[in-house]
């Protein structure tokens, strides 16, 4: 069946201009997840929709990063007025409501801010 | 606040040997702790799971122990293969509920 997939893969922009960053999960996932990795580095938890339950936030870096998630699957993630340390691979993962959690992870936006 | 520890340099070795991947942590021990491994370019797979309760976990040629007295655990890839190689990541649940930490992964070359 489909994984995750993520849209689009590749993002230049310039500095201080909004992006979104899609995400559609894996069908009948519940949970979904975006992370953000940048080079050389581990996964930096952003923000964590479980079900209709309100979303975990606590991982934003900013006000300027939010998350939103429509009808419990496609979720766009979007940044404001970008800045060059936002540059990263943006990743996002969902999981099945009766897994151990196991992540089922998209292959990553690559976001460049010039 | 917890931190995770993986060794940042890459791990060299010889093919058909065992590769053996560390990941400590700090404070309390987690309901659950997984492997992923991640190929450049591509986001994380999964490997394995390990819960608390457990030492051991076997799959195929991936062995993961988990040492709950030295907060650390291994991961083990017997006879290893060139294909073998990739970055491998630790990820703990703390809470058993469904929010993974993830260490800074150590990446493995396995030299033919």
């Known amino acids: 069946g489909a994984g995750v997939s993520q849209s689009p893969s590749n993002k230049v922009t310039e500095k201080g201009k909004d992006v979104e960053l899609r995400c559609d999960p894996i069908?009948?996932?519940?949970?979904l997840y975006w992370y953000r990795q940048s080079l050389g580095q581990g996964l930096e938890f952003l923000i964590y929709?479980?079900?209709?339950?309100?979303?975990?936030k606590s991982g934003l870096p900013s006000d300027r990063f939010s998350a939103e998630r429509t009808g419990g699957s496609v979720s766009t993630l979007t940044i404001q007025r970008t800045q060059q340390e936002d540059s990263a691979v943006y990743l996002c993962?969902?999981?099945?409501?009766?897994?151990?959690?196991?992540?089922?992870f998209g292959p990553g936006t690559r976001l460049t801010v010039l | 606040s917890q931190k995770i520890e993986q060794n940042s340099e890459a791990l060299n070795i010889q093919e058909g040997k065992t590769a053996t991947l560390t990941c400590n942590y700090t404070?309390?021990?987690?309901?659950?702790l997984q492997w992923y491994r991640q190929d450049p370019g591509r986001g994380p797979v999964f490997l394995l799971l390990?819960?608390?309760?457990?030492k051991e976990k076997r799959k195929e040629r991936l062995k993961v122990t988990f040492d709950t007295t030295l907060k650390q655990s291994l991961f083990h890839i017997t006879a290893s293969q060139p294909a073998d190689s990739a970055t491998y990541l630790c990820?703990?649940?703390?809470?058993?509920?469904?929010?993974?930490?993830f260490g800074g992964g150590t990446r493995l070359m396995v030299k033919p």
């Open positions: 390990i819960r608390e309760n457990e």
């Open positions: 990820a703990l649940d703390w809470n058993a509920g469904n929010m993974l930490t």
């Open positions: 929709f479980q079900g209709n339950s309100a979303p975990d």
């Open positions: 404070n309390y021990s987690p309901a659950y």
């Open positions: 069908s009948g996932h519940t949970a």
């Open positions: 993962a969902s999981t099945p409501p009766s897994s151990y959690n196991e992540q089922f």
